[in-house]
C-alpha cells in the first residue's frame, strides 16, 4: 500500500514533442505529489509538485494532472527540449506522518532527441 | 532557494578503512535530514531518517553499525561507512526538510559516489 508504481521506464521523444510520465498510488492518506529531475551524478531536484485538492497544476513547460478517484498523477512536459534529457521521479508523501517519509516511484529515463 | 550541500562529492577509499559524508542545509535549519542509496538506473532507497540530538532510525535490512548517522546540529547530518566494502560502493544522497515553512518540498545534496577498491 505504501508503493508508487512509475510508468514507463523509459522514454524517447523527438525535439518539441510531449513528455508524459505517469504514477499510480495506492495508500489514500497521501497528501503531497511532488516531481523530481535528477541528472546523471548529482541529486535530485524539485520539479514541481501537487496537493490532491487540485486537478492541474503548470509551471512554464511542466504540468502535473491529478486524477484522485483513479489514484493517478502524471507530469507532462510540453515542448520537450535535450536539455530535458534525465530521471525523472515521481514521490508521494503523507504529511500527516511524524516521519515524513517521501516515497519514491522506480524513475522514468527521459531521452529528446534533437 | 533552500541549499543543500553534501561533501565530498566523491570518495575512493580502501576496503576496510572508514569514509565520512557530510551534509548541511546551507540557508535552512533541517529536524529531519534523511539518507538515501541509490545504485545505477535505479531509484532512491531510503537508508535512514537523521533526527537533531536524537538516534537515526534505520529502514529495515540497514545495517545501524555499518552506517553511522550523527544528526549534531540543525544543519549538519554525517553518513559514516565503517570498515568498507567493494559492496558499499554506490552513490549516496541526502536530503533536508525546512523546519515550520509547511514546505514539503525536500531539498536534496548533490550526491557522493563512494568507490571501495
Known amino acids: 500500500q505504501q508503493q508508487v508504481k512509475q510508468s514507463p521506464q523509459s522514454l524517447i521523444v523527438q525535439k518539441g514533442g510531449i513528455s508524459i510520465i505517469n504514477c499510480a498510488y495506492e495508500?489514500?492518506?497521501?497528501?503531497?505529489f511532488p516531481w523530481y529531475q535528477q541528472f546523471p551524478g548529482k541529486g535530485p531536484a524539485l520539479l514541481i509538485a501537487?496537493?490532491?485538492?487540485?486537478s492541474e497544476k503548470k509551471e512554464g513547460r511542466f504540468t502535473i494532472s491529478f486524477n484522485k478517484s483513479a489514484k493517478q498523477f502524471s507530469l507532462h512536459i510540453m515542448d520537450s527540449q535535450p536539455g530535458d534529457s534525465a530521471t525523472y521521479f515521481c514521490?508521494?508523501?503523507?504529511?500527516?506522518?511524524?516521519?515524513?517519509?517521501?516515497?519514491f516511484g522506480s524513475g522514468t529515463r527521459l531521452l529528446v532527441r534533437p | 532557494g533552500a541549499v543543500v550541500s553534501q561533501h565530498p562529492s566523491w570518495v575512493i577509499c580502501k576496503s576496510g578503512t572508514s569514509v565520512k559524508i557530510e551534509c548541511r542545509s546551507l540557508?535552512?535549519?533541517?529536524?529531519?535530514m534523511f539518507w538515501y542509496r541509490q545504485f545505477p538506473k535505479q531509484s532512491l532507497m531510503l537508508m535512514a531518517t537523521s533526527n537533531e540530538g536524537s538516534k537515526a532510525t534505520y529502514e529495515q535490512g540497514v545495517e545501524k553499525d555499518k552506517f553511522l548517522i550523527n544528526h549534531a546540529s540543525l544543519t549538519l547530518s554525517t553518513l559514516t561507512v565503517t570498515s568498507a566494502h567493494p559492496e558499499d560502493s554506490s552513490f549516496y544522497i541526502c536530503?533536508?526538510?525546512?523546519?515550520?515553512?509547511?514546505?514539503?518540498?525536500?531539498?536534496f545534496g548533490s550526491g557522493t559516489r563512494l568507490t571501495v577498491v
Open positions: 540557508d535552512f535549519q533541517a529536524t529531519t
Open positions: 501537487i496537493r490532491p485538492d487540485v
Open positions: 536530503s533536508a526538510r525546512e523546519i515550520g515553512t509547511g514546505n514539503y518540498g525536500y531539498t
Open positions: 495508500n489514500t492518506a497521501f497528501d503531497y
Open positions: 514521490a508521494a508523501l503523507q504529511t500527516m506522518d511524524s516521519s515524513y517519509k517521501l516515497i
